[in-house]
């Protein structure tokens, strides 16, 4: 039974994220229609080779065709990569230092501002969403406080626009930012940072010389716990954006439930799976690349 047990996981893997994949895929290359499954072609495994031959003839790159010439498509998945790119250029300007001083707190302080990231989680991702609308609405609680310290005259015009989007994501995604990189800075030796200061370092460059260097590993995996799941996000753009924000998982959305097309809108996922495995890739080779240098 126990040499069993390492196949275990790829059967798991194979069952509930390769077969769904290749689910998605095929109907991609079905025929464009507005009805449910299942799509032609179908394949008639009573038919052997014969059967095969005709289910592969039959596949149509109509979808694709469809999302190289639509505009429409190519400027949601420029949006998406966009903002998810701003977006994570944010949330490293804003975890690294959370993330440094959480890690050069006092020990018994550390689990407290531990447990303060992640409450967040204990409330619902949509119920959260829905109150940053009434903070960024005209007549919201930003404009209101903003208004009474008279640092501006109007309502600020913030919802729905790309804006309160970044806000959104900035913030729901937060954590997943501060929790790699704390892991990693809390195991980093002080005494390394001591040693740059003896040497006649200041804090600045200590910090950019010794720590952020060493701090790499858990900045890629937070940029990549963050970034992936970003560019295909519906639910903030829809609530925050509006009509004129575009981005993959609204479009994926409005494919699936509103036009029910499920050929194209499979192809818009895969489109989504292809956009989020170019990252992938680059920060597997990166992270390979930093463990060879620091052999």
């Known amino acids: 039974m126990k040499r069993f047990l390492p196949v275990l996981p790829f059967l ?3 069952a509930f994220v390769l077969l769904p994949v290749v689910i998605t895929l095929k109907i991609s290359l079905s025929a464009p229609a507005t009805a449910q499954p299942p799509y032609l072609p179908v394949l008639d495994w009573s038919a052997g080779l014969e059967g095969w031959g005709s289910f592969l003839e039959a596949l149509d790159f109509t979808n694709f065709e469809t999302l190289a010439q639509d505009a429409l498509y190519r400027d949601a998945a420029l949006s998406s990569l966009t903002l998810a790119a701003i ?3 944010i949330l490293a300007l804003i975890g690294t230092p959370i993330a440094h001083a959480m890690a050069r707190a006092p020990a018994r302080m550390q689990p407290i501002l531990l447990a303060l990231v992640i409450v967040p989680f204990w409330t ?3 119920i ?4 940053w609308i009434a903070i960024l609405k005209p007549e919201g609680l930003l404009s209101a406080a903003l208004m009474k310290l008279g640092l501006i005259a109007r309502p600020l015009e913030i919802l729905n626009t790309q804006g309160a989007v970044l806000i959104g994501l900035t913030y729901a995604y937060l954590p997943f ?3 790699p990189l704390y892991a990693v800075l809390a195991k980093l030796d002080p005494r ?3 040693a740059a200061a003896d040497l006649g370092a200041g804090p600045v460059r200590a910090f950019w010389s010794v720590t952020l260097p060493l701090a790499r590993p858990g900045l890629a995996a937070g940029a990549l716990l963050c970034f992936v799941p970003m560019v295909g996000e519906f639910i903030i753009p829809d ?3 509006g009509s004129d924000t575009l981005m993959l998982g609204r479009v994926l959305w409005s494919e699936f439930f509103s036009n029910r097309d499920w050929p194209l809108a499979s192809a818009v996922a895969i489109l989504v799976l292809v956009l989020v495995l170019g990252p992938l890739l680059f920060f597997r080779e990166a992270d390979r690349d930093g463990r060879e240098a620091s052999r």
């Open 239 to 241: 609530l925050l954006g």
């Open 12 to 14: 798991w893997l194979g």
């Open 124 to 126: 619902s991702f949509l």
């Open 192 to 194: 390394l940072t001591e």
């Open 128 to 131: 959260r969403i829905y109150a």
């Open 177 to 179: 930012m501060v929790l």
């Open 87 to 89: 977006a994570t250029a």
